[in-house]
C-alpha cells in the first residue's frame, strides 16, 4: 500500500467505526446508560420449553457486551454491607410488587464474581458493570436462567 493510501485507509477505518457505534445506539432499545433488569426480561418466555431464539434479538445481541445492569442484589446467606467473598448473587428487577419466588427465569440476572474480587453485599438497588452472556441454561432439564453476567464491579445507587 502506498504511503497516500495509508491515510485515507485509517479515515475510512475511523468512520466505519464510528459509524456501527452510531447504528448500535440507534438500533438498540437500550440507549446509552444503565439497563433495568425490569426492562432486560420484558419479553414472553415459556418457562419449561423455552429457547434462544425466544429471546428477543435486541436482547440476543447483547450477548458478550460489556453493560451496565441497574436491579436488586439478592443473596439470602449474607447481610448488609458484608465483605465477605460473595462470589455469586441474583440481580433482579426492583419491582417490589412481586415476590421472589413469583419471578421468571428472565426477571434476573445469575452474576458471577471473579475470585480476585471483593464484593461488599447490598440489600438495596445497586448498578452491576460486567459482561453479559444471554441464553437459556438448563440443570437437569429445567431452565434455571436465561442472563448470567461476570462482574467487574457493583455499585450501590444513591
Not at 438498540?28 to 433488569?37: A, E, L, M, Q, W
Not at 460473595?86 to 419491582?95: C, H, I, S, W, Y
Not at 458471577?112 to 452472556?133: F, H, M, S
Not at 434455571?144 to 461476570?150: E, G, L, N, P, Y
Amino acid at each position: 500500500m502506498s504511503r497516500k493510501r495509508v491515510p485515507i485507509f485509517c479515515c475510512v477505518v475511523v468512520a466505519a467505526v464510528i459509524a456501527s457505534a452510531v447504528w448500535w445506539k440507534e438500533r438498540s432499545p437500550f440507549g446509552s446508560g444503565p439497563i433495568d433488569v425490569a426492562e432486560l426480561g420484558k419479553f414472553d418466555l415459556d418457562q419449561a420449553n423455552g429457547v434462544d431464539a425466544d429471546i428477543p434479538r435486541p436482547i440476543r445481541e447483547l450477548n458478550g457486551r460489556r453493560i451496565t445492569l441497574l436491579g436488586e442484589m439478592w443473596q439470602p446467606m449474607l447481610k448488609e454491607g458484608t465483605d465477605a467473598d460473595v462470589e455469586a448473587f441474583d440481580l433482579g428487577k426492583l419491582d417490589h410488587s412481586s415476590s421472589w419466588q413469583s419471578l421468571r427465569v428472565q426477571d434476573f440476572v445469575l452474576c458471577r464474581v471473579p475470585p480476585e474480587r471483593k464484593i461488599a453485599y447490598y440489600p438495596n438497588a445497586v448498578q452491576v458493570t460486567g459482561t453479559l452472556q444471554v441464553g437459556i441454561q438448563k440443570d437437569n432439564g429445567r431452565i434455571f436462567t436465561a442472563f448470567t453476567m461476570d462482574v467487574d464491579s457493583v455499585q450501590p445507587t444513591p
